[in-house]
């Protein structure tokens, strides 16, 4: 089902073109673990400096999983999310940022350089499935 934002009862004021979810959680960035390293400090000084929090917002997330991949990164825009994976070394996190700044700079939804296409990840989800259907009194609406 699309969503129809009609049916919306609340809106941000704060609309951004997407936002990167990086995962920090139980197994990524974990070099203890053997898995490669999150440049955490520096993607959100990059981000912050580059002023890209208002358009391409940034989030150091807890576990995203899928956990079998190292690394994850979901990216959540207005016609879906896409996820990658392996992102392993300075220069792919640079590329992450690099696109962040040409989407804000082109107010919208870019694509991916080929140095991150390569890390795309299929979606860690069995099935798309409508909205969670909302109780409204005696009648139940799709939301």
Same mark, same amino acid.
């Given at each position: ?55 391409? =917002? ?9 956990? #079998? ?10 016609? %879906? ?25 082109? %107010? ?6 080929? #140095? ?26 799709? =939301?």
């Amino acid at each position: 089902m699309q969503n129809n934002h009609s049916s919306f009862h609340r809106k941000s004021a704060r609309m951004v073109i997407a936002q990167v979810l990086v995962c920090f959680g139980c197994c990524c960035g974990k070099v203890e673990r053997g898995r490669p390293e999150v440049p955490v400090a520096w993607l959100k000084q990059e981000w912050r400096r580059r002023g890209l929090l208002k358009r391409i =917002h940034l989030s150091i997330s807890g576990c995203l999983g899928p956990c #079998d991949v190292p690394n994850v990164v979901a990216i959540i825009h207005k016609h %879906g999310t896409f996820w990658l994976s392996g992102i392993s070394m300075q220069t792919e996190y640079e590329a992450l940022l690099n696109w962040a700044v040409a989407c804000k700079e082109a %107010g919208c939804i870019q694509q991916l350089p080929e #140095d991150l296409a390569s890390h795309l990840l299929e979606s860690p989800f069995l099935e798309s499935s409508p909205l969670p259907q909302v109780k409204q009194g005696n009648t139940t609406t799709q =939301h």
